[in-house]
């Protein structure tokens, strides 16, 4: 007979294998193509008992997508005023894990929580574009960034520079026959030389001119 304790640790090691399970099936296969089933077998355990932490296949794929994006944000962690460094994390956390870049995406392509605003991924998606905005927005205000771009524009425009090979896989090994340089070192720079080239570290405090045109439109 199991004591209390041991039965919570049985019970959250069983929760974490079925975590890590639907994270691969629904990499792999999408919400609408994930079963149940399946993801039962990779955890080593029953349908019956995934159904026992979770309601059904959209709240698992919710609980798998939250804590990826938690594990994002800990791992690649924006810094406003050195954009080209995250974007290089962005790319090395997602050249390392392009599955876990095609488990996001299905979540936000998708219909996860499209008629409930109340859905908890969503929401965090939702609050993780406003905090990364706010410390663009910080950022402009101490005069490390130009104020003249919508700080919203910044974060996606950072993002999709930074997944922009991971993206595209299939094009990067089409394109690694006539590239000049096909090592990733070379992708990761370019993509750093990118963002630093639209979005440049000023000194504290100095006026911009990197986007006359821009500012012009305000």
Known sequence: MLSGVAMRTANRDVRERILAAAGEEFAQHGVAGARTDRIARRAKTS???VYTYF???QDL???VAER??????ESTHLDATDLPGYAGRIHD???DRPEHLRLMHWGLLGDIGADNRDDPFRE???RTIEESAEEVRRAQDDGYLDPAWDPVDVV???NQIATSWTSHLALADLASGVVRD???AARRAAIVAAVAGLFPALANGAASESRPAVAARS
């Open 93 to 95: 956390y997602f050249t």
């Open 182 to 184: 096909p090592s990733r």
């Open 55 to 57: 309601r059904g296949k």
């Open 47 to 49: 349908k019956e008992r």
């Open 124 to 126: 965090a998606v939702r």
């Open 68 to 73: 990826e994006l938690a594990s994002i944000k």
């Open 156 to 158: 996606v425009i950072v």
């Open 61 to 63: 794929y919710r609980s």
